[in-house]
Nanobody, 114 residues
Framework: VQLQASGGGLVQAGGSLRLSCKAS????????MNWYRQAPGKQRELVAD???????NYADSVKGRFTISRDNTRRLVYLQMNNLEPEDTAVYFC?????????WGQGTQVTVSS
């Protein structure tokens, strides 16, 4: 199983970024796909998830600003991040569970300047 995340970068407050995560080695269409983030000195936190039946869930801190979506044909999950705030600065990871194991992408840095 491999998860390859991309799309991070440096952006000013109020700007937007879109993260992508390509999955391989799983039956993508039946898996819940998650985006987590970890800021310096803080615990990793769940940002958003997308279930196989089309439901999405968001952390309160990103509701109304972030959107998770998926392309089952291309085995991709996206995180569209709008109206970014300095507090969103973190390393973002995609994550899934497969056959009772947790899998993580390599992380992509998002830095939001004020």
């Amino acid at each position: 199983v491999q998860l390859q995340a991309s799309g991070g970068g440096l952006v000013q407050a109020g700007g937007s970024l879109r993260l992508s995560c390509k999955a391989s080695g799983i039956v993508f269409s039946i898996n819940t796909m998650n985006w987590y983030r970890q800021a310096p000195g803080k615990q990793r936190e769940l940002v958003a998830d997308s279930t196989s039946d089309g439901r999405t869930n968001y952390a309160d801190s990103v509701k109304g600003r972030f959107t998770i979506s998926r392309d089952n044909t291309r085995r991709l999950v996206y995180l569209q991040m709008n109206n970014l705030e300095p507090e969103d600065t973190a390393v973002y990871f995609c994550n899934t569970q497969w056959q009772s194991r947790d899998y993580w992408g390599q992380g992509t840095q998002v830095t939001v300047s004020s």
